[in-house]
């Protein structure tokens, strides 16, 4: 394949919130709260002509038995902040926040979105959550009130909501003052009026549509409705990292579906989440891979993951002997409040660990490193290169979201020794081309409510 034909890799820098897979205890581990952390990994991902800074958030802290978990990162601040801060330490990098649509209110979000676009200079972008559970729903003021059937009504209805909060502004409608850059506004710019099932609001949206129109839009979720959320709405899924075939026909269904809702073939880029360990040899990288994957995942961390699918207290089974010998209990009360299941059938997902589990002689602990390891990328510089690189050119997915388990300095050693590699391949840029992400990403701006296309 020609240089020139080589599809070009997109990849976001993501920085995890609560979980178990950053290595807080390490050295070299800085705070999860000091702006300085979030600039590193911001600046060294424009360094490595990264598309985006993608920041998660959870609205709880999550909590076994009542108490909170001591494994998981918590205190992390607010997105927003975090966002615009980066904003004025960066150019060209795009700046994703994870914002729900569950607990949010869509004026609040599409006012806060608008503005963080226009602060960036058109580098915004929204990844879109859904929530069901009323432990979380505990700290808004509805609570646990919508059913977790009803999560993608609402967040269709929010979405749509909102892009007709930022088209309210016809590009025709605005007018700049070039001295002063102030926007003077029309008698019908900023007026909208939406009426749904979850939504009835009407007034006049305060900020002038952005310069990317939409930020851009990253959906989460790999279960029927939200791929045909993602098919319907998305510019990108957030998904997990699949074998080959596998993701394949994951970017062939949700590629077809969004046909279905009239969308042109290719409109939504697939970016599965991924980490990379690196080493001078592959035995040297397979090293490092065990040695941080032990620190993630200690017995105590083993116990708690595999109680998401029990759904009982597992305390008393040794980390290091076989897998309880019960079943889980999927109707009792949640023994882990605040984490999302992944494992939608927990007496299937149970039956095939403990055939993996059999077939492997794996302990608990092992099978949770099986299981929930996140290393999926591990060899030498060239080797991980070449294996990003196939993946992404056979279909697999359009790019990454690469994460660490050390934060901040964890994404150093990619920018430095793979990046070069990507680019010398012809499939990562060397320089930007675009001014906004829709731009660096390929994504085409949305059309304003007069018709007419978006201006810059």
Partial sequence: ???????????????????HTTVWSDPQAGSQIDF?????????????????????????????????FDQDIVGRPDTFPVLAALAAVTEH?????????????????????????????????????????AFTGQNFRRGGFLHRDDRYVRAQEFLAAARELWDSWAEDAIAADKDSGTFLRQAD???FAVQGKQFGIEGRFATPRGPQGHPV???????????????????A?????????????????????ATRQGRPAGSVKLLPSATVVLGDTEEEAAERHRDIVLRQISGQTAQILLETVWNRDLSGYDPEG????????????????GRANIFQDPHRTVAEWRGIAEANGYSLRELAIHVFGRAEFVGTPTGIADRLDDFVQQGGSDGYILGSHLVPSGLDEFVDKVVPLLQERGSLRTEYTGSTLRENLGIPTPRAASGQPVAG
């Avoid at 394949?1 to 979980?19: D, E, P, R, Y």
């Avoid at 300085?36 to 991902?45: G, I, K, L, N, W």
């Avoid at 979000?109 to 960036?120: I, T, V």
């Avoid at 997990?240 to 970017?251: G, R, T, V």
Wanted: charge should be negative; charged fraction near 20%.
């Fill in 322 to 337: 076989p897998l309880p010998d019960v079943d889980p209990d999927p109707a009792g009360p949640r023994v882990i409040q």
């Fill in 189 to 191: 710019a900023g007026a």
């Fill in 36 to 68: 300085s952390t979030f600039r590193h990994v911001a600046q060294t991902a424009e360094r490595g002509r990264f598309d985006f800074f993608f920041l998660a958030e959870g609205l709880a802290l999550r909590e076994r038995g009542g108490r909170v």
């Fill in 217 to 235: 839009v990253l959906q989460a979720g790999v279960s029927p409705q939200g791929r045909e959320f993602a098919a319907g709405g998305a510019d």
């Fill in 1 to 19: 394949m020609s240089t020139a034909a080589k599809k070009q890799i997109v990849l976001g820098a993501f920085v995890n919130g609560v979980n």
């Fill in 237 to 257: 899924v957030f998904c997990p990292l699949q074998p080959l075939d596998k993701a394949q026909e994951f970017y062939r269904d949700i590629q077809e579906r």
């Fill in 93 to 133: 990098l795009g700046l994703v926040g994870t914002f729900n649509a569950t607990f949010n209110e869509p004026y609040e979000l599409a006012k806060q979105l608008a503005s963080l676009d226009h602060l960036s200079g058109g580098r915004a972008g929204w990844n879109v959550v859904t929530s069901f559970d």
